[in-house]
């Protein structure tokens, strides 16, 4: 799962950090209606943050990979038996050189069962 990047500069620096995860979890389905279904996932992420900074001759990278929890929600809409239609969120969070943050995915999707 990517969930993206920042970037910011002045003052002639720069700082790029980086979010992205490997989950393993379970989710639950209820429905709402015969076509409408809500996703609860639970599980942990290995996620990996990644940063650099410049500034003039000054280069500083860190990579740091750590398990934490992580959840999400879901909506779906099943146009047939075959194609449905998904948004969802994920939640979890990133560390980086003792600092940390929340950080979230949205995800737009189609799924095909066959």
């Known amino acids: 799962m990517d969930f993206g990047k920042t970037k910011a500069s002045g003052f002639g620096g720069s700082v790029e950090v ?3 995860a490997v989950t393993v979890g379970g989710a639950v389905k209820g429905n709402f209606t015969p076509d409408f279904a809500g996703h609860l996932r639970l599980g942990i992420a290995s996620v990996k943050t990644e ?5 003039g001759f ?3 990278s860190a990579s740091e990979t ?3 929890p992580y959840f999400g ?3 779906s809409y099943a146009f047939s038996n075959t194609l449905a239609m998904e948004v969802g969120a994920d939640f979890t969070k990133a560390e980086l050189e003792g ?3 929340n950080v979230r995915a949205y995800t737009v999707g189609l ?3 066959f």
Not at 51 to 55: L, P, Q, V
């Open 111 to 113: 799924r095909v069962s």
């Open 99 to 101: 600092g940390s943050n």
């Open 73 to 75: 929600l879901g909506l």
């Open 66 to 68: 750590k398990a934490q």
């Open 18 to 20: 980086g979010v992205s």
């Open 51 to 55: 940063g650099k900074a410049t500034s």
């Open 58 to 60: 000054y280069n500083y």
